[in-house]
């Protein structure tokens, strides 16, 4: 007997499910970062703001490459909703905490579903999930980088001005740029 399902969609429904969930995730992360851009952009710090529109716009990014394999894949993608974004983050290095943290809880997310898509023999999926493995060792080193500045250089007198003039300066892991 045809598998019906299977010739209609290559994605099972729990993979699909957790992908849509991943949809979501990108989609607030976009949010989140573009309500980080105005956070900094009222404190003054103009670099930092400019990196979280960045940051916005390359969640987006991720959230349609997401949602474009779904419908490649016969599958049917959900046009997310985004409820709850923080448009407060405490303090300067409240930003780059929460920023770590959203990257760290999205890496943990993209592992879950490539462990997912190997369990259930769905090599697709998971090759389509490398990109997103290697993203999200970039973001969260840069991440990690960004947070350090605070540690390295202090927010004392001009520290907090001279946090957001490095802001634009950190790079990639060299090790990517090995492979360049
Ligand atoms: Fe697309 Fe940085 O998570």
């Given at each position: 007997m045809k598998d019906l399902v299977r010739m209609k969609t290559s994605l099972s429904e729990e993979i699909e499910a957790l992908l849509n969930g991943q949809v979501k995730m990108e989609a607030k992360s976009s949010s989140i970062y573009l309500a980080m851009a105005a956070y900094c952009d009222r404190l003054g710090f103009e670099n930092s703001s400019e990196f979280f529109f960045q940051q916005a716009e390359e969640e987006r990014q991720h959230m349609l490459k997401i949602f474009r394999y779904i419908a490649d894949a016969g599958g049917t993608p959900v046009s997310p909703d985004v409820a709850?974004?923080?448009?407060?983050?405490?303090s300067f290095r409240g930003v780059y905490e929460n920023a770590l943290e959203q990257e760290i809880e999205v890496t943990n997310a993209i592992n879950k579903i490539v462990s997912a898509a190997y369990k259930g023999g769905d090599h697709t999926t998971a090759n389509f999930l490398q990109w997103f493995i290697s993203e999200q060792q970039e973001e969260e080193f840069t991440a990690r980088k960004r947070l350090e500045l605070f540690d390295v250089i202090g927010e004392e007198g001009i520290g907090a001005y001279m946090i957001d003039q490095k802001i634009p300066e950190i790079g990639p892991p060299t090790s990517e740029d090995a492979e360049a």
């Open positions: 709850n974004v923080p448009q407060e983050f405490g």
